[in-house]
């Protein structure tokens, strides 16, 4: 059933000696995956074969966040400690690195490259946002006034070219117009009322941020970004409506909008333990690159669940059910680190948990959005689990 985890076998990607920390799947190639860990390489990986490709030797400490350069999928960036470096991973083994920035001064949790591949944004520790120009290879910009601890989270808007959302665990997610250093809108998780009862008591912290690679999905127009939350909710956020909302600036330094759950939220949604959800802290979130990219939401927690969501059905105006929301639930086993998808002869499901080997989940979606996970399973438990989805999908929830 929809709503219950499946325990299924996946293979084994394995390189790390340490816990593996991040991990991306090229969009110029599909089914090239680099991952990270905290052994300091990154191993490079082709799910085409069995055995890492490479290993990179980065540094002597944990790498913490990957990107591929946009547009040019040759090339990494890693960030460990307070640097950052790009690697041309053509050299395998022997990749030095072309580029190298130590702007932050405390350790960076997450780095993000615009679709331009001129701009990198990272976030550290102290809640520091720095804007990097990597066409001039000089820092641009700082961003502050928003967060006041730990910055965990950064992405990017693709829509909105100057925009980047950040989140911390101040319980904070920012909007920021970066070419200005100006907070456009700060949504504080930490002041608003607890809706979610049943949810897990952890503060509602910000652990992680997503935002699809295009608005148009499902043949019309989202401008969202998705919420992974210390408190077991993945909160999915339109955009605009969020700044339509505040129509009453406060003037602050730094020209930045709050607003709260009173004020906005008209299209914002809650996916919490009521529709499936989690019932730990969220670590992650990612918006599916296979198939029609962004049309399914994946989450993973220290729950040791990975879940994957039917997001849109609350953005419908056709009515559903909170049975709906969920598509998915997979048993991990161990908490999750990080995660992502790559298309290959079947969509893949990548999981990096608190182990030193990844996991790889293949699986397909049919025609009709169905979604049916290769599941290593005796046959008659296949047979079962084919049954409840195509069960499931006919609306027919057992």
Not at 16 to 28: E, F, K, L, R, Y
Not at 85 to 108: F, T
Not at 210 to 219: E, F, H, S, W, Y
Request: hydrophobic share 35%; net charge neutral; glycine share 8%.
């Amino acid at each position: 059933m929809a709503g219950e985890a499946t325990s299924l076998k996946p293979r084994r990607l394995k390189g790390h000696t340490g816990a593996a920390t991040c991990c991306i799947s090229s969009s110029d190639r599909p089914g090239f995956v680099v991952s990270s860990g905290e052994d300091g390489f990154i191993c490079l990986f082709d799910l085409r074969s069995q055995d890492v490709v490479s290993t990179i030797d980065v540094a002597k400490g944990p790498v913490s966040s990957l990107c591929f350069k946009s547009g040019n999928d040759d090339f990494v960036y890693a960030s460990a400690g307070t640097e950052i470096i790009c690697l041309d991973i053509r050299m395998g083994s022997q990749s030095e690195p072309v580029e190298a920035y130590n702007y932050n001064k405390d350790e960076i949790n997450q780095i993000s490259l615009n679709s331009k591949a001129n701009v990198l944004a990272t976030v550290d520790d102290c809640g520091d946002v720095k804007i990097i120009d990597t066409n001039q290879k000089r820092l641009c910009k700082s961003l502050r006034g928003a967060h006041s601890s730990i910055c965990s989270s950064a992405q990017f808007v693709p829509w909105k070219p100057w925009a980047l959302i950040t989140g911390g665990l101040d319980s904070k997610v920012a909007l920021w117009d970066f070419s200005k250093a100006r907070k456009l809108l700060v949504m504080d998780y930490g002041v608003q009322e607890n809706s979610n009862m049943g949810q897990c008591l952890n503060p509602a912290f910000v652990h992680s941020i997503a935002v699809p690679q295009t608005d148009k999905i499902l043949g019309a127009s989202y401008k969202i970004c998705a919420v992974a939350r210390g408190d077991g909710v993945v909160d999915v956020l339109d955009l605009e409506s969020e700044l339509r909302a505040v129509t009453k600036p406060r003037s602050n330094k730094g020209g930045g909008q709050s607003g709260n759950n009173h004020e906005s939220g008209d299209k914002r949604i809650h996916l919490d333990y009521s529709s499936g959800g989690h019932t730990a802290a969220v670590s992650c979130v990612s918006f599916s690159t296979f198939g029609e990219k962004g049309k399914y939401l994946i989450s993973g927690g220290n729950d040791s669940t990975v879940k994957v969501w039917n997001w849109s059905n609350r953005f419908s105006s056709v009515q559903s059910s909170l049975a709906d929301d969920l598509a998915f639930s997979i048993d991990i086993k161990k908490k999750v680190n990080w995660l992502c998808t790559s298309p290959t002869d079947s969509e893949n499901l990548i999981v990096c948990d608190t182990s030193k080997e990844s996991e790889l989940f293949p699986f397909s979606v049919g025609g009709k959005g169905w979604l049916v996970f290769y599941a290593r399973l005796p046959l008659p438990g296949f047979f079962v689990l084919l049954f409840s989805i195509f069960w499931n999908n006919l609306g027919l929830h057992l």
